[in-house]
């Protein structure tokens, strides 16, 4: 057992995996000699080599069009997108092409790809490198989507992307990336479509993802303080999504709130309202609430910043509303 | 233009017209079965062009892997897919390539090397550049060939993928089917340089390659070049090939914008009798290529058959084939 960041965390989940499978190869800007803008990849080249761990240049359609091609023909590659903003420059590859590919040909073309990519605020970046665009690919036939919270959880999920034989994107909370925390030595592998039940209550179900997971635990603190236990849940994985653990919750507690660092409209809580609604309607005792960013691009400022992503307030405001 | 001097075997020229005439043969066909109602949607045809695919295809081994573009009906067909499997893909049937999932714009067949037939301007450029690293890193000998548009030479992919594939010297060729026209506008009204592909060559520290895409022998020998160096580690290739689709972009266009003088003198350059002639002159005689003509029109008429007379797919087919456990839940 070690303490690690979860920065450091990218770094062994990625060893890991190249370690294991030499058909496991690593491709992005900045990765290999620099050791990523993040610092989440050092070592590595040192470690694979530049056939393995390359350097690429700002060319995000090729970055993720060359790993279709890879995939196509043999490899197992992992790509980086540096900000998961530039997923608006690369779309095409990854809705048009990763996506549909193995549809469209009805199962001739298997993609294990993994693209990994750093998202959300909470850093003061501003519009353009702060946005939480995990909805944007959940929207998507054919892409698996996970957002590990932890350390420990990057390393398993990241892992079970990887020998995935389907296109998984493994989002990374930025503002976690210093985060620390308790990893077991050797191997680790998880399971993707599992979610985690982080902290059981009762009397309420809160639903959290990535960066907003900390901040629903601090809140359940803080609610347990008044009376009030809640259960959290870790979604973890959009794709596949794990509606059964949700469910059991809420048909115990009789109350949802979801917790989303996400613009408003179409937001991951809006699916898991929808289906709690059509799937649980009888077992509600209140109102599905949901605490999301506002539907707006993110301000730079602190003070600007800090007011639009859910803060513990927020979050203890939302399950007061749906506890009535 | 260079590369116009032929310097393959009468053996191999002969399957070089085969397959041309099995393109224009299928193709024909799939335009009749259009106007019979029998295929839905759309269809590019590349009537005209069948040179630049069976040059290509005459050069390639079995696990070469091709990537095209939505008129890719040939090029496809010239890997060796099954002629029955492709038109039954067009009329949507369950013996369909793709199982009807795919269409007339995305014929695919991996186990002949066909990697997709790509519907968006230059998302197959990269992706080629990506098998094409995956044969280098994994030592296989393969290589990778990339038809496109002239369009595709104004689009950030071209560029970002010609620059990887130079960067890392991968072993693809990427062959651009110069047909003056990119959908409805002159290639020329659109781009700063003349020769769209050949041009922009240096860029990536490339030749300039631009040869008559119309005659079959000068591009089978720039095509056993460019494949030939990718194969022994030399790097990547850009091919211009300037040739000319007889009908418009799509079934939705008759071409009107085509000065007829400009048609007439490309119908008269029609690659495929051009290309009987230089046989006949060469000492085919003219039994073998009637033979061949009589083989290919048998083939079209037994694939049209295969495909008119096979089923709809079941509706229970649906929800397949999105993941690799063959289904397509994405929850618990």
Not at chain 1, 48 to 64: H, L
């Amino acid at each position: 057992m070690a303490e690690l960041t979860y920065r450091e965390a990218v770094a062994r989940a990625i060893g890991q995996e190249m370690e294991r499978d030499p058909s496991v190869y690593f491709l992005g800007e900045d990765v290999a000699a620099a050791g990523g803008v993040f610092k989440t990849t050092e070592g590595l080249l040192e470690r694979f080599g530049p056939e393995r761990v390359r350097d690429t240049p700002i060319s995000e359609q090729a970055i993720i069009g060359a790993a279709m091609g890879a995939a196509m023909n043999g490899l197992r590659p992992i790509a980086e997108l540096m900000f998961s903003d530039f997923f608006a420059v690369c779309w095409d590859m990854v809705a048009n092409q990763i996506a549909k590919a193995r549809y469209m040909t009805n199962g001739q073309v298997e993609l294990p790809i993994v693209i990994r990519t750093a998202n959300g605020g909470g850093v003061r970046f501003g519009a353009q490198h702060s946005q939480s665009v995990e909805t944007w690919m959940m929207a998507i036939p054919g892409l698996k989507v996970v957002v590990p919270s932890t350390p420990v959880d990057m390393i398993g999920l990241f892992a079970a992307a990887v020998r995935d034989p389907d296109p998984v994107i493994v989002v990374e909370p930025k503002v976690l990336y210093a985060s620390k925390g308790e990893v077991p030595d050797g191997e680790i592998v998880d399971r993707l479509g599992v979610a985690r039940t982080v902290r059981d209550g009762g009397d309420v179900t809160i639903c959290a993802l990535g960066a907003m997971v900390p901040k629903a635990l601090e809140a359940a603190g803080r609610l347990a303080d008044d009376g009030v236990a809640a259960d959290v849940i870790d979604v973890r994985s959009l794709v596949p999504l794990d509606v059964r653990a949700i469910a059991d919750s809420v048909e115990r507690t009789g109350h949802l709130v979801t917790v989303e660092e996400n613009p408003r409209l179409c937001g991951w809580g809006a699916e898991i309202a929808s289906i709690v609604a059509d799937e649980k309607f009888y077992a509600l005792d209140g109102p599905i609430v949901r605490v999301t960013t506002p539907h707006l691009p993110l301000p730079s400022a602190d003070v600007l910043e800090d007011a639009a992503i859910p803060s513990v307030d927020r979050i203890v405001d939302g399950v007061r509303r749906s506890l009535g | 233009m260079v590369d116009t001097i032929q310097d393959a075997d009468l053996d191999t020229r002969l399957s070089i017209y085969r397959m041309m005439q099995e393109g224009r043969l299928f193709e024909k066909r799939a335009q009749d079965l259009f106007l019979e109602g029998l295929v839905k949607g759309t269809s590019h045809l590349g009537i005209g062009q069948e040179a630049v695919a069976a040059g290509f295809a005459a050069a390639l081994e079995p696990d070469d892997l091709v990537f095209c573009t939505y008129r890719g009906h040939v090029h496809t067909l010239l890997r060796g897919a099954p002629m029955g499997a492709l038109m039954a893909e067009l009329l949507g049937r369950a013996n369909g390539i793709c199982g009807g999932k795919g269409g007339s714009m995305h014929l695919t067949d991996v186990s002949h090397g066909a990697m997709g037939s790509y519907a968006i301007v230059g998302a197959h450029m990269p992706i080629a550049a990506g098998a094409a690293w995956a044969a280098k890193a994994r030592g296989t000998r393969q290589v990778a060939v990339c038809f496109f548009g002239d369009g595709t030479t104004n689009i950030g992919t071209f560029h970002e993928a010609l620059n990887m594939a130079a960067v890392w010297e991968l072993p693809v060729v990427f062959v651009c089917e110069n047909n003056l026209y990119m959908e409805y506008t002159a290639i020329r009204d659109v781009t700063a340089v003349e020769h769209p592909a050949a041009d922009r060559a240096s860029a990536y520290g490339l030749e300039s390659i631009l040869i008559d895409g119309n005659d079959a022998d000068a591009v089978h020998a720039v095509a056993v070049r460019t494949v030939g160096r990718a194969r022994a580690g030399e790097g990547p290739s850009l091919v211009e090939a300037v040739t000319y689709r007889h009908g418009g972009h799509s079934r939705a266009d008759p071409g009107k914008y085509r000065p007829t003088e400009e048609v007439e003198e490309w119908l008269r350059r029609d690659p495929i009798p051009l290309y009987r002639e230089r046989l006949l002159a060469a000492g085919a005689d003219e039994a073998t290529l009637q033979g061949i003509e009589r083989d290919v029109r048998d083939a079209v008429d037994r694939a049209t058959e295969e495909a008119r007379e096979g089923p709809f797919p079941d509706p229970g087919t649906l929800e397949t084939q999105l993941w690799a456990d063959g289904g397509a839940a994405w929850r618990n």
